[in-house]
């Protein structure tokens, strides 16, 4: 599985986007998929995850409320709308997914077999 993201840049406080995560490969739809942000000089950290059904969604506290996470299996691609953004969103994102058919959604970057290379995200007070 490859994992391309995008949709970063550079936004004020307050402000919205949204990220996109496109994957090759025919499994996409049998996998949760799972969104990761990285600061400078901080550990990477999970963000949020959706079920490869897109029934069940999962969310960090601090992003609970303003984003968003969605899929949409016939084009292979999951999406983070972000909204209210802040300067401490600030990070580079990426995209995971997991193996096939797990039936829970889970934080840990361990859990997650491929990941995207990272789109940049600034936000700006």
């Known amino acids: 599985v490859q994992l391309q993201a995008s949709g970063g840049g550079l936004v004020q406080a307050g402000g919205s986007l949204r990220l996109s995560c496109a994957a090759s490969?025919?499994?996409?739809?049998?996998?949760?998929m799972g969104w990761f942000r990285q600061a400078p000089g901080k550990e990477r950290e999970f963000v949020a995850a959706?079920?490869?059904?897109?029934?069940?969604?999962y969310y960090a506290d601090s992003v609970k409320g303003r984003f968003t996470i969605s899929r949409d299996n016939a084009k292979n691609t999951v999406y983070l709308q972000m909204n209210s953004l802040q300067p401490e969103d600030t990070a580079v994102y990426y995209c995971?997914?997991?193996?096939?058919?797990?039936?829970?959604?889970?934080?840990?970057?361990?859990?997650?077999?491929?990941w995207g290379q990272g789109t940049q995200v600034t936000v700006s007070s």
């Open positions: 959706i079920r490869w059904s897109g029934d069940s969604t």
């Open positions: 995971a997914a997991r193996p096939t058919y797990k039936t829970y959604l889970t934080s840990l970057r361990d859990d997650y077999d491929y």
């Open positions: 490969g025919s499994t996409f739809s049998a996998r949760n």
